[in-house]
C-alpha cells in the first residue's frame, strides 16, 4: 500500500523557536495533503489542507501565520509551528490519498512535539 | 468535511464479548470511513462505506451504513486483545478527500 513518512517522530524545543515537520509521500504523488492535531485522549482535528504549489486551506480557529505549511513539490509537504508556545504541545499527523480510484487516506507515523 | 458524532468514548469488554461503536450525523453522508489507531501508532484505513444501507465484513468485524447514510456502526465479533485501541468513523467531502473525523470509541479488552 501506500507509505506516508514523517519526520521527526518527536520533538522537544524552547519556547519561541519555530519547530518544522514534513510529510513525504513514497511512492506516490499527493497534489493535496493534510495536517492534523490530536490532544490527549481527543479526536484528529483537521488543521489545514495543504495544496501543491498553493496556499493551503486552514480550518477555521487555526492561525495561518503560526502554522506555516508549504506544499513545493508532488511529494513533499512541511508544517513549521512558529514561535511555539506549550500550548503547541501536540501529536501532528500528516495524510494524503493517492486518488486514482483509491479513496482511503494514509496517515504519516505523526509528531510529538513537546514545547518546554 | 462533514460533522460526525461518535459514541460511545470508551468502552471496556472482556476479551471474547461483543464490541459496538456508532456513528452518527444529523445530515447525509456521501460516505463513512472507519479506521484504528493503536495506542501510541497511527491511524490506519479499515474501510470505506459509500451506499445506503450498505454493510461489510472483515473477518470479525461487521460495518454497516443506515439506509438514510446518517449513521453507521462498527461491530466486533468476538474480541481479542489484539482489538485494542481507538476506532475512528470519518467522512469525506470534496474531490480531494478531505476527512472530518467523530470523537473516537477507545476500546480496552481485558485478557
Known amino acids: 500500500g501506500a507509505v506516508v513518512s514523517q519526520h521527526p517522530s518527536w520533538v522537544i524545543c524552547k519556547s519561541g523557536t519555530s519547530v518544522k515537520i514534513e510529510c513525504r509521500s513514497l511512492?506516490?504523488?499527493?497534489?493535496?495533503m493534510f495536517w492534523y492535531r490530536q490532544f490527549p485522549k481527543q479526536s484528529l482535528m483537521l488543521m489545514a489542507t495543504s495544496n501543491e504549489g498553493s496556499k493551503a486551506t486552514y480550518e477555521q480557529g487555526v492561525e495561518k501565520d503560526k502554522f506555516l505549511i508549504n506544499h513545493a513539490s508532488l511529494t513533499l509537504s512541511t508544517l513549521t509551528v512558529t514561535s511555539a508556545h506549550p500550548e503547541d504541545s501536540s501529536f501532528y499527523i500528516c495524510?494524503?490519498?493517492?486518488?486514482?480510484?483509491?479513496?482511503?487516506?494514509?496517515f504519516g507515523s505523526g509528531t510529538q512535539l513537546s514545547v518546554l | 468535511g462533514q460533522q460526525v458524532m461518535q459514541i460511545p468514548q470508551y468502552q471496556h469488554v472482556q476479551e471474547g464479548e461483543d464490541f459496538t461503536t456508532y456513528c452518527n450525523s444529523s445530515t447525509t453522508l456521501s460516505n463513512i470511513q472507519w479506521y484504528k489507531q493503536r495506542p501510541g501508532g497511527h491511524p490506519v484505513f479499515l474501510i470505506q462505506l459509500v451506499k445506503s444501507g450498505e454493510v461489510k465484513k472483515q473477518k470479525r468485524l461487521t460495518f454497516q451504513f443506515g439506509e438514510a447514510k446518517k449513521n453507521s456502526s462498527l461491530h466486533i465479533t468476538a474480541t481479542q486483545t489484539t482489538d485494542v485501541g481507538t476506532y475512528f468513523c470519518?467522512?469525506?467531502?470534496?474531490?480531494?478527500?478531505?476527512?472530518?473525523f467523530g470523537i473516537g470509541t477507545k476500546l480496552q479488552v481485558i485478557p
Open positions: 470519518g467522512s469525506s467531502s470534496g474531490g480531494y478527500q478531505k476527512v472530518t
Open positions: 511512492d506516490f504523488q499527493a497534489t493535496t
Open positions: 495524510s494524503a490519498f493517492p486518488g486514482q480510484g483509491d479513496e482511503k487516506l494514509f
